[in-house]
């Protein structure tokens, strides 16, 4: 669990980060852009001099989330610097040290000692995804049902975007519900401890459109049964933008949050929310004004 | 109202124009950016050859708008090139014209002839302004009480910031009401003529303050009645990205609006509310899951 004497003692480190990802180009750190949201916390962690490389400090994310993916907990592990001695010193303020170096919409919410064999992508029990969708017209009663057909172990080679030849397409779903999350919106929640690649925005797309009434329920049921043999049928992944994963679930893993950290970031999102808000009052005024205008739009 | 032979024909003409202005440096071109909606809508003027230059062509403004404001309904009149003569010819279609050197977020919504001696600005018969609150723990039953005692003629001068050195402060005001907008959303409506420097976000201010209980709704006609010995009380004007110049009003004007432009601009706008509702959703979700983990923020 230490390193060796004279280096900087490092102690395995799991951290809860949240992100609006909107204005990302993902999660996961690229050459080509500095605008990841990885690539941000790896520069936060370094100017905090809690490691003096991410490449020596066996560093695993919890999920990866595409371009305009948000989380309020996403987990990243790693060694860090740290200063509890048997002397029972207090540590080193991970959340406070990070927070500092970070643009305001990425923020780590909490930290926890892991044991040294500990990675945030293969540890993880759990993830789980939530992804926004206006209710407008949408059937939800037949979306619930389309949901629940996605529990259970089943093959979801046509639920996602192939990532890689000879990869397995079986998962197991444990829930898939809609939520409604009152003010005119539903919430598809879905946990698995694995996912594949666009899997979460594939199925947002097939329950949409039996939201819309273009597809029966039970045509998920279908889909899932169909042989590797057949043909991909055509249907958009739903957008990015209205997903969030939600959480990263581990067993045994107690994370610590700093109150002034959490209470200021409550604060700051609460006021965001704010903001948005009217955005939004201000668009769907627009929207009853040109109604008005132009005789129903 | 036509322009000497062998000229271009132009005729004085009054535009609608919608702007989200939250992203533009106020309405007022000006010298030292480009990132003003006025700026935006004379270079696409020109752009669209309806007039050889904006110096030449009694152009009128309806309403100022401050950096971060929106307007449903800012008109401007102009002299612009026409083709309409005596042998009914059709004239040329502005919006479209206009609206194709425009950014999304500045909208022609319509068009109408008008008198020679006609200006945006000194034609105007009323003026109407929204305000839009989120309602939160607001005493609307107060604010209501509150915003009554603006209506009728009174001295401003403690509700706006000075402009002028010789000022005067009287102003009408004919409406002012608190409205109920759905969602958790109230709008102060006030129409008025005319309004001071900054006065809708100053009534707005004090407002705000009467529904969060710190001050009574009498406080507003104290206010009013203060002399001018008397000095300017201290309270901020409410933020400017709430505000909305709904609409400017005059008599006789009838406005043409383009079917499929008005459509499409419908469209463009309905999308982007969903896009709205979904970040709305997203932050408010992301408060929620904060209060979870910090434990009641």
């Not at 690539?39 to 020596?56: C, F, Q, R, V």
């Not at 029966?216 to 043909?231: D, G, T």
Request: charged content about 25%; aromatic content about 10%.
């Amino acid at each position: 669990m230490w390193s060796r004497p004279g280096q900087m003692e490092r102690r395995k480190v799991a951290l809860k980060v949240f992100y609006l990802g909107w204005m990302y180009e993902g999660f996961a750190k690229q050459k080509r852009t500095r605008q990841t949201v990885e690539g941000h916390l790896h520069y936060a962690i370094l100017k905090a001099k809690l490691t003096p490389s991410i490449e020596s400090s066996e560093y695993s994310r919890g999920g990866r989330t595409d371009t305009g993916v948000c989380a309020y907990g996403q987990v990243v592990s790693l060694l860090l610097r740290t200063r509890k001695t048997e002397k029972g010193q207090t540590e080193i303020p991970y959340t406070l040290a990070i927070n500092r170096h970070l643009p305001r919409s990425i923020r780590v919410l909490s930290w926890a000692y892991v044991p040294a064999s500990f990675s945030a992508r293969f540890s993880c029990k759990h993830r789980v995804y939530r992804y926004y969708l206006p209710q407008g017209s949408l059937d939800v009663a037949s979306m619930r049902r389309g949901a629940s057909l996605f529990v259970g172990k089943h093959c979801f080679r046509h639920f996602c975007v192939k990532s890689k030849e000879d990869e397995r397409y079986e998962r197991t779903v444990d829930r898939a519900e809609i939520l409604s999350s009152g003010e005119g919106m539903c919430v598809f929640e879905v946990v698995s401890r694995g996912f594949l690649y666009r899997q979460v925005r594939c199925m947002a797309g097939i329950l949409l459109l039996v939201g819309e009434g273009k597809r029966q329920p039970e045509y998920i049921a279908e889909l899932l049964s169909l042989s590797a043999a057949e043909k991909k049928p055509g249907y958009q992944p739903a957008p990015p933008q209205n997903l969030v994963l939600y959480d990263c679930v581990y067993d045994g893993v107690c994370f610590e949050t700093a109150p002034a950290e959490c209470e200021r970031l409550g604060r700051d999102l609460a006021e965001e929310h704010l903001e948005k808000q009217v955005e939004e009052a201000v668009l769907r005024g627009s929207v009853e004004y040109l109604g008005g205008l132009c005789g129903g739009v």
